[in-house]
């Protein structure tokens, strides 16, 4: 692929307010992430680590009509006075310093104003979050090593 494509495969991007691009093909990778209206796309090339499997495929047939809908997991009962600790940028959220580190927070944890509950790295650069907030951990609602957007909510915490 050379960068004529993929200059093209950015303007289809713009045109059609896409966010992500991939394509795969035998032994060949590119990734393409607009993480905001306005900014400049990222662009990711390497070898692809095997063969490509798109992730989406047919519903399996049902006999006897429509599929059933899941059922729906039980619903944990949280305090309505929770307070969201929300991302103030976009990035990528990790728990902890490293791999190997202790989280930063956990549910049922205690934290202040000052306590740092995570980093979200953007940009390369490791950002430490800041719980703004005194009170108890009651749920972590992403993922570790996840894409966040600004504003996502990531904790729950009950006030003192």
Not at 1 to 11: A, S, V
Not at 85 to 107: H, L, Q
């Amino acid at each position: 692929m050379d960068i004529k494509e993929i200059k093209k495969i950015i303007e289809l991007m713009k045109e059609n307010e896409l966010s992500e691009f991939e394509l795969a093909e035998e032994g060949f990778r590119i990734t393409v992430r607009r993480p905001y209206a306005g900014a400049a796309p990222q662009v990711m090339m390497g070898q692809a680590p095997g063969p490509y499997y798109p992730s989406f495929a047919p519903a399996p047939a049902v006999a006897g009509g429509a599929p059933s809908a899941p059922a729906a997991p039980a619903k944990e009962e949280l305090p309505s006075n929770l307070i969201e600790i929300k991302s103030p940028m976009v990035g990528t959220f990790y728990r902890s310093a490293s791999p190997e580190a202790e989280p930063y927070a956990a549910v049922g944890g205690t934290v202040e104003a000052e306590s740092v509950v995570c980093i979200i790295e953007a940009m390369k650069v490791m950002n430490e979050i800041k719980a703004e907030v005194c009170g108890t951990i009651r749920k972590i609602l992403v993922e570790n090593a996840t894409a966040v957007e600004y504003g996502q909510p990531l904790f729950l915490v009950e006030p003192k």
